[in-house]
């Protein structure tokens, strides 16, 4: 089993910045590729970016490209995302989750968190 907890949500102001972070445990973190993916009320889940195991390859939904970066760092078994220049379409809870390979295919992962809340008012 594994376990992912998000954090680093809250209520921001358009053009804002927030860094979401998401601690794994209970598996092989560095082994995985990891992803995060949003809600928004009466929405499906989207993707919104993945990153390989090493780090080395990243790939973004056009929706943020340019805005938010993700990262990871396997000795502390966190992955992150930093998210500038917002915008009040990217209000959503976001979650982070963990697949064998990076995918932007949600029923492809099959570890998830439980999510953090980002507002951003306009």
């Known amino acids: 089993q594994v376990q992912l907890v998000e954090s680093g949500g809250g209520l921001v102001q358009a053009g804002g910045s927030l860094r979401l972070s998401c601690a794994a445990s209970?598996?092989?973190?560095?082994?995985?590729?990891m992803a995060w993916f949003r809600q928004a009320p009466g929405k499906e889940r989207e993707f919104v970016a993945l990153?390989?195991?090493?780090?080395?390859?990243?790939y973004y939904a056009a929706s943020v490209k340019g805005r938010f970066t993700i990262s990871r760092d396997n000795a502390k078994n966190t992955v992150y995302l930093q998210m500038n220049s917002l915008k009040p379409e990217d209000t959503a809870v976001y979650y982070c989750?963990?697949?064998?390979?990076?995918?932007?295919?949600?029923?492809?992962?099959?570890?998830w968190g439980q999510g953090t809340q980002v507002t951003v008012s306009s």
């Open positions: 989750a963990s697949g064998e390979t990076g995918t932007t295919m949600k029923q492809l992962y099959n570890y």
């Open positions: 209970g598996r092989t973190f560095n082994s995985y590729a």
């Open positions: 990153i390989n195991w090493s780090g080395s390859s990243t």
